[in-house]
């Protein structure tokens, strides 16, 4: 492992203007320094800098979109192999991940509520109580990590990455309180009446959507967000198939090959599939087997009934068939997610569009004053290193506006005084 990524490091061109960076990174992760100090033997230094950018960086070093954003930039790849930049930042993050020293400012004095501790959670209280502020983390599952754990199979991305992260938090001084729902017996009016200076909601997309056709409340159907939460408890049988081809699509169905079911369909409404080349071929190499251009009339007990979908040479629909039944022991329903709307419910002031998703503006800042929001609860499903950035500027967006509010309270304070 060592030898091929120091090898792969020495194939970086150290490019004056790194497109792996400038156009591949959401993070805007410095690959070519992060490249430079691994080879000068400053890996401390390779992995604080990665680290202060991007907390979640041995999370994204493995389940990025690797070939549409660094590597996919990379120069190299023009006419051979891209430098292999996740393997490097997975080498590096991976063992400074138990280095760091988690030191914070003295204290604020200020209190935050982090509702959700999924990426955006975490990297909003890893920068928040770095800062000196007192953060708390309320998480509704026993444990951390929010879709990163309950949504990415462990083959994908190992749970000890997770575990190892909430030692850190801890280390910095943040509290957390697993198995605590936001919108039950505590709301937004009870963490701000506790004291709770601001709060930022973090609390991903949970809710499935379905399908809307007939059939997906019987036995044999699931929904892949719910399947791949504990995969153990469910009884697929020998022939799945799987409705929808994003990434969530491609986990599922490699989840259910490692289950024990030996025939795995993923079925896609078009011509092709949505989840990343990586992911695809990753399933392939399983075992999983594609049927494009299928569109869904019903699921029944014996399996989905499908239909042939026929396009032009510029992806318009032209036809459709006849459904048929395409036999199965179980489907799963794998076409997107949608934010649960139990703090919506519960608290006043706070909008959400039409798809549910919360209303910010363009610092993160809801509409309810004090709380702010960001991550998939915003944005929608997305990956874990487009929600670093978004939570990344959301945190200093909630610096600023708590350091507004601690001087507000020192002024009136000194006019208190001077009275």
């Given at each position: ?17 790194p ?33 202060i ?46 280095k ?52 990415i ?27 605590t ?25 949970w ?32 022939r ?21 079911s ?5 079925y ?139 001087e ?12």
């Amino acid at each position: 492992m060592a030898i091929h990524v120091i090898n792969e490091a020495r194939r970086c061109l150290q490019c004056k203007k790194p497109l792996c960076r400038l156009k591949g990174c959401p993070a805007q992760t410095n690959i070519p320094e992060m490249i430079r100090l691994f080879l000068d033997g400053q890996i401390n230094e390779a992995g604080e800098m990665l680290f202060i950018n991007n907390p979640m960086s041995i999370v994204c070093s493995l389940v990025c979109d690797h070939e549409k954003q660094c590597e996919g930039n990379c120069i190299q790849g023009r006419k051979g192999a891209p430098v292999q930049i996740s393997s490097i930042e997975h080498y590096i993050s991976d063992i400074y991940l138990d280095k760091v020293i988690m030191e914070h400012e003295p204290p604020k004095g200020q209190n935050v509520a982090i509702i959700g501790a999924g990426p955006a959670g975490i990297t909003v209280s890893v920068k928040l109580a770095q800062l000196g502020y007192d953060v708390t983390i309320f998480e509704r599952k026993s444990k951390l990590g929010g879709m990163m754990r309950y949504g990415i199979p462990s083959f994908r991305l190992p749970l000890d990455i997770l575990n190892r992260y909430q030692k850190k938090l801890v280390e910095l001084g943040i509290h957390i309180r697993p198995n605590t729902t936001i919108g039950s017996i505590l709301t937004l009016d009870t963490l701000f009446k506790d004291g709770y200076d601001a709060v930022f909601i973090g609390s991903g997309v949970w809710r499935p959507r379905g399908l809307g056709v007939r059939g997906e409340s019987l036995g044999n159907c699931h929904y892949a967000v719910d399947y791949l939460q504990n995969p153990d408890v469910y009884q697929l049988g020998d022939r799945v198939a799987v409705i929808g081809s994003g990434n969530s699509a491609m986990d599922a169905a490699r989840t259910a090959i490692r289950k024990g079911s030996r025939f795995v369909t993923v079925y896609a409404r078009r011509n092709e599939v949505r989840a990343s080349i990586r992911e695809y071929e990753y399933a392939q190499a399983d075992g999983v087997e594609f049927d494009l251009c299928k569109g869904v009339a019903a699921i029944t007990k014996d399996g989905p009934m499908l239909y042939e979908r026929h396009f032009d040479a510029d992806g318009n629909l032209l036809s459709e068939d006849e459904p048929q039944l395409y036999p199965a022991d179980s489907t799963i329903i794998a076409v997107s997610q949608a934010p649960k709307d139990k703090i919506v419910r519960t608290t006043t002031g706070l909008e959400v569009d039409n798809r549910g998703l919360v209303e910010v503006d363009e610092n993160g800042a809801t509409t309810r004053e004090g709380v702010f929001s960001g991550g998939d609860v915003v944005l929608g499903p997305a990956n874990v290193v487009e929600v670093v950035k978004d939570a990344k500027h959301v945190a200093k967006a909630m610096d600023a506006y708590l350091t507004r509010k601690r001087e507000a309270a020192k002024e009136k304070d000194t006019a208190s005084q001077d009275n």
